[in-house]
């Protein structure tokens, strides 16, 4: 059972680890007293009511009740802020990853360890409450993340797998837990306000996948089934965040792999060969759920404004009586996307319903913009959407791929966004530049990547990695479907030759110091000049006005020295980037009639209508 941001879902799988049955809960956190949060009154209901409607799956299909399970795994969205006193109570309502509030205990940490530490982490929300002097600290006994939270309360176990506990605190790769250095710098930090507990006293134990986390408990059982039905003693698998069981359910463990989880929030996790050079803001550095060092871009807005617009069109629909398919709606939105202009005709948009760390927003302004001669269609204001929904990420990728050289072979994707076949897909390899590859499981995404953790922990075979499991027992050789980033090249036929005019023509002019006649006879094999006058008249440069200098030229006559130059070319195919700039009517007139008589290739782009 996974917890995302805006669904709750449990996915049951057979002995083939296929998905075989589901269930699910939509909740929306909230924002109270300026932080977002979800009751426990939220998350318990939210967890019975995904597991109920899986189990009535299971009866509706196969007829059977679920009483016994192999296994058992939880995970959730990483990161947040849980603490509890010694009476395990709740000491301040759940902080979300959501939260933009804790800059500088990032900062001051970021600084202290030399090691990128993101708002959303939760030893940055510890500090920035001690920053704060918020009286509950002193009182914890206990911090856990969301799926540390729920692990505990239904096995009695304080444990969290190493991916999960990444997003905590920084990890040893060599040692598999908290990285001991960082934790006594941090407790010599804070020694002076006199807590009674040290860090490494209250936070979680790490395990690694495929190691035991305890047990389903009696009384854990029937908070998770309310009927009464599960038996207790499950076995369950140390609870792992959602980069982690997404970085599973896609078979991206290995190095120069990665994916990209794409829902409320976006996150794209690279398996390192090497260490990055230095610390950068936008980078998380975090765990496979094995340990291995993963860069992970992590942006707090991906579809929240894009659905909160399709939940527009569906009300339009309904006023018009009209009963909706949301999957159909979505489906059919995003596909309208692909028919789209690349600059998606002028508009723009900006997804931030909350604040953005990569780019330094600190509150959610989601916008959309246009100017008078934008082109707004369907199809451009899908298309700007679901552009921008990727855009925060792209500038975290770029670090990675362009300033690092990061190796990646490929990217897998999962989540909401890949539903629909063929169009997150393709924007997605569109701005990373990397083959985006999906598979049919990609829309069960965690939950399902929870699942396996929970069955490699009971059905693997001795010193069997997981790697070795899932591309063994899960995957078998399935690669999913794979779609290239949109790229082209062409090459010209042997009879073709070409000229081009360039919109910006500067480095034509501005440093020569050569009469028109003198420049335009760089340009030709016949070098005379009346041959060369002969083509500089027709462009009304008569007389005195050849000898003209060509760095003093206006950008008309510029313009007309361009034309000349193609002209005297020959070329049967012309690339023209805006002709008309600078032209006046008379001449673009003459232009027009002169294109027009063209016997050969016109390649052109153009803002003028009359021209186009």
């Not at 990569?358 to 298309?383: C, H, Q, V, W, Y």
């Not at 000229?499 to 500067?506: C, E, G, K, L, R």
Request: glycine letters at 10%; one cysteine or more; proline letters at 3%.
């Amino acid at each position: 059972i996974e917890f995302g941001s805006t669904r709750i879902k449990a996915v049951l799988i057979g002995e083939n680890n296929e998905p075989i049955a589901s269930g699910a809960h939509d909740w929306e956190n909230r924002l109270e007293n300026n932080i977002w949060t979800y009751t426990l009154e939220d998350i318990w209901t939210g967890l019975q009511d995904s597991y109920k409607k899986m189990t009535e799956d299971v009866k509706e299909k196969y007829g059977v009740e679920v009483k016994k399970l192999a296994a058992l795994g939880f995970s959730a969205m990483m990161h947040g802020y849980m603490a509890f006193n010694e009476s395990d109570e709740l000491l301040v309502p759940f902080r979300t990853w959501r939260n933009t509030m804790t800059q500088q205990a990032s900062d001051e940490l970021t600084e202290l360890f030399q090691f990128n530490i993101p708002q959303r982490w939760s030893i940055a929300h510890l500090y920035q409450a001690m920053l704060n002097k918020e009286e509950h600290v002193s009182k914890i006994k206990f911090q856990t993340t969301l799926a540390g939270y729920i692990h505990w309360k239904l096995t009695g176990k304080k444990v969290l797998g190493v991916g999960e506990a990444s997003g905590m605190f920084p990890i040893d790769m060599n040692t598999k837990t908290y990285n001991a250095t960082m934790v006594e710098k941090f407790n010599e930090k804070v020694a002076e306000k006199g807590y009674s507990w040290k860090l490494e006293e209250i936070f979680p134990e790490v395990l690694s996948a495929g190691d035991a986390a305890g047990v389903l408990t009696e009384e854990g059982a029937k908070l998770l089934d309310t009927t009464g039905t599960l038996e207790a003693g499950v076995p369950v698998c140390p609870p792992e965040g959602d980069a982690g069981t997404g970085m599973t359910a896609t078979n991206s463990i290995a190095k120069r792999t990665g994916n990209v989880s794409a829902g409320t929030s976006v996150f794209a996790m690279v398996v390192l060969e090497k260490e990055l050079s230095k610390v950068y803001k936008e980078i998380d550095m975090v765990t496979t759920p094995t340990g291995s060092p993963v860069a992970m871009v992590h942006c707090n807005n991906c579809t929240s404004d894009l659905n909160a617009w399709v939940g527009l069109f569906k009300e339009f629909a309904e006023a018009f009586g009209i009963e909706v398919d949301m999957n159909k709606l979505f489906g059919t939105l995003y596909n309208k996307a692909l028919e789209g202009e690349k600059d998606c005709g002028g508009l723009l948009a900006y997804n931030y319903f909350s604040g953005e760390h990569i780019t330094g927003f600190e509150a959610g302004r989601p916008l959309f913009a246009r100017t008078p001669d934008s082109k707004l269609s369907l199809a451009n204001f899908m298309r700007v959407h679901l552009y921008t929904a990727l855009g925060a990420l792209k500038t975290g990728l770029d670090i990675l791929l362009k300033e690092e050289n990061v190796k990646l072979d490929k990217i897998l994707g999962h989540g909401g966004l890949f539903k629909t076949k063929g169009v997150g897909q393709k924007i997605m390899a569109g701005a990373v530049g990397v083959p985006v590859s999906v598979m049919e499981t990609a829309g069960e995404g965690g939950a399902w990547g929870i699942a396996l953790l929970a069955s490699y922990m009971v059905n693997k075979a001795e010193n069997e990695t997981l790697d070795d499991y899932l591309n063994n027992k899960v995957f078998a050789g399935n690669a999913g479907s794979e779609m290239e980033p949109d790229a082209g090249s062409y090459k010209w036929g042997i009879t073709i030759t070409s000229a081009y005019f360039p919109m910006d023509n500067s480095e034509y002019f501005n440093d020569c110091n050569l009469s028109l006649v003198d420049w335009l006879r760089q340009y030709s094999e016949e070098k005379s000049e009346s041959y060369i006058r002969g083509f500089l008249g027709r462009m009304l440069f008569s007389g005195e006005e050849a000898l003209k200098k060509a760095n003093v030229l206006s950008g008309g006559e510029k313009v007309r020295c361009m034309l000349c130059k193609m002209m005297m070319s020959g070329a049967n195919v012309m690339i023209l980037d805006e002709p008309t700039n600078h032209l006046d009517l008379e001449s673009i007139t003459a232009l027009n009639e002169g294109l027009t008589e063209y016997k050969g290739t016109l390649l052109f782009d153009s803002h003028d209508h009359q021209f186009v």
